[in-house]
T-cell receptor, first 113, second 115 residues
């Protein structure tokens, strides 16, 4: 079991649906991340939260909306997604600075119909 | 341009054998280099992190080396096991301070260990 928990594990949604991905960690990490990973590709950074504030947005389309309600939780709200958004969405957490590893969850496998 | 290149793309070895994976990078300013293992359908798991001053670091049967002069790193796996079958990703962190969003990922080496 990983220390970063993501729900749901799988999600199938239509292009007009609204859904949310959730991520939780209890390691006291104050930095949390969303990555998108396509098959046979490395993860691509989407968003970074540092001390519950959005610090990096890698020019992600507005149909993806992140939220960090508190230091343990990270959400990714989805609306009007496109078929090309189908991917594995990974959440990670770490200490904000220094040479500490990022701890990844096992991801949410998202399929857009 | 900041880049991380890994070789080989894929590798098949027999159980019990050793293997070495390579990572070359052109990243500046360099902060640290990480190796991750990613099993199919799972998130990446950190194996090692090395800063500029570290030449080698071990984690069980995994040993990573770093040559900051030539900007090369290797991951050596000893006495491979079937459970070592996974993708191994080399990640270099840029030294801009602040949050750890400045990571450059390699494309990974897919290792298959056969009985």
């Amino acid at each position: 079991d990983t220390e970063v928990t993501q729900t749901p594990k799988h999600l199938v949604m239509g292009m007009t649906n609204k859904k949310s991905l959730k991520c939780e960690q209890h390691m006291g990490h104050r930095a949390m991340y969303w990555y998108k990973q396509k098959a046979k590709k490395p993860p691509e950074l989407m968003f970074v939260y540092s001390y519950e504030k959005l610090s990096i947005n890698e020019s992600v389309p507005s149909r993806f909306s992140p939220e960090c309600p508190n230091s343990s939780l990270l959400n990714l709200h989805l609306h009007a997604l496109q078929p090309e958004d189908s991917a594995l969405y990974l959440c990670a957490s770490s200490h904000p600075q220094g040479s500490q590893p990022q701890h990844f969850g096992d991801g949410t496998r998202l399929s857009i119909l | 341009k900041n880049q991380v290149e890994q070789s080989p793309q894929s590798l098949i070895i027999l159980e019990g054998k050793n293997c070495t994976l390579q990572c070359n990078y052109t990243v500046s300013p360099f902060s640290n280099l990480r190796w991750y293992k990613q099993d199919t359908g799972r998130g990446p798991v950190s194996l090692t992190i090395m800063t500029f001053s570290e030449n080698t670091k071990s984690n069980g049967r995994y040993t990573a080396t770093l040559d900051a002069d030539t900007k090369q790193s290797s991951l050596h796996i000893t006495a491979s096991q079937l459970s070592d079958s996974a993708s191994y990703i080399c990640v270099v962190s840029l030294n801009y301070g602040g949050s750890q969003g400045n990571l450059i990922f390699g494309k990974g080496t897919k290792l298959s260990v056969k009985p």
